[in-house]
């Protein structure tokens, strides 16, 4: 089991930035694929971004790509997101997420952190 807690979240005008964490516990979140989604009022939940383990391998979504930039710290088992250029279309609730491999599909994570609200004013 990993629990996951995010933080960070809150309102920005567009063109500002904003750091998203997550925090890991449980059982070696450390050998987790970790990732970010966001989910919008009526829309699907959508993939932003993951990182493997080793820390060096990420991969973004083609919305966030150049704008945003996934880290890990896994030492202090935390995940960042930094959000630069921010866009009122990047407002949503955004989630952190852990998985046993690479993927960006939501239904591959069997972890999930409760959400924090990112709202990006114009």
């Known amino acids: 089991q990993v629990q996951l807690v995010e933080s960070g979240g809150g309102l920005v005008q567009a063109g500002g930035s904003l750091r998203l964490t997550c925090a890991a516990s449980?059982?070696?979140?450390?050998?987790?694929?970790m990732a970010w989604f966001r989910q919008a009022p009526g829309k699907e939940r959508e993939f932003v971004a993951h990182?493997?383990?080793?820390?060096?391998?990420?991969y973004y979504a083609d919305s966030v790509k150049g704008r945003f930039t996934i880290s890990r710290d896994n030492a202090k088992n935390t995940v960042y997101l930094q959000m630069n250029s921010l866009k009122p279309e990047d407002t949503a609730i955004y989630y952190c997420?852990?998985?046993?491999?690479?993927?960006?599909?939501?239904?591959?994570?069997?972890?999930w952190g409760q959400g924090t609200q990112v709202t990006v004013s114009s």
């Open positions: 997420a852990a998985t046993t491999f690479a993927s960006a599909r939501a239904g591959n994570y069997a972890y």
């Open positions: 449980g059982r070696t979140p450390g050998t987790y694929t």
């Open positions: 990182i493997l383990r080793d820390s060096i391998i990420k």
